[in-house]
C-alpha cells in the first residue's frame, strides 16, 4: 500500500509539474507590456533606447496637461485637418475588406497605403540621393480605442495604450536613412533586443 502511494505521489508530481511547465507560457504572456524605442546613428556613434511599460505609461500620460495634450488625451484642431472628417474614415477603413488602397510607383519613390490582417500598413521607399524606407504597421484595435472614448476633436491615447497592451509582439515603425536606423515595437521583454 505503500509503495502505490509513493507512486501515484511521484506520478501526480509529474503531472503537476508537466501542467505547471506547459502553463508557463502563458502566465509569461499575462505579463508586462513594454513600449521600446531604439534610435541609431552609426555615423555619430549615437544611440538612443527608452523601455516604458506600457501600464507606466498608461498611469503618466493622464497626469500631463499641456496644451493640446490633457487627461491622456490628445486636442486636434478642425483647422488643421483642413476640412477632414477623421472619424468617418476610420469607419470607412474599419468596415473596409483587407485591400491594397493606395499604391504609388514612381522613379524616385514608391508608396504604399493597405489594410492587412486587421492592421493599417503604410510602405514608403524613397529613392532619392540615400535609400531611405519607412515602414508603419498599426493594429486595427489601436486605432480603434483612439476614437473610443475620446471627443470629436480628441484621440484618446491612453486607450490607445491600453488597446497595444492587448497586441501581441508588435513591430510598429521602422525608419531606416544613409545614417539613421528607427525601431519602434512593443513585446514582453524589459530590454530592447
Known sequence: MRKRLQATA????LLAGAVISAAAPAFAASGERYLHVKVQDEQKGESVNINVPLSMAEKILPAINNKDLHNGCVTFHQAEMNGVDV?????????????????VNEKNQNVRVAKSNGDIVVHVRDHNNHEQSVDVTVPMTVINALFSTAKQDELDVAAALRALGDTGNTLLVTVHDASQNVRVWVDSQSTAN
Not at 10 to 13: L, P
Open 87 to 103: 472619424r468617418a474614415i476610420l469607419d470607412a477603413v474599419r468596415t473596409a475588406p483587407d485591400n491594397e488602397f493606395v499604391t
Open 10 to 13: 511521484v506520478v501526480f508530481s
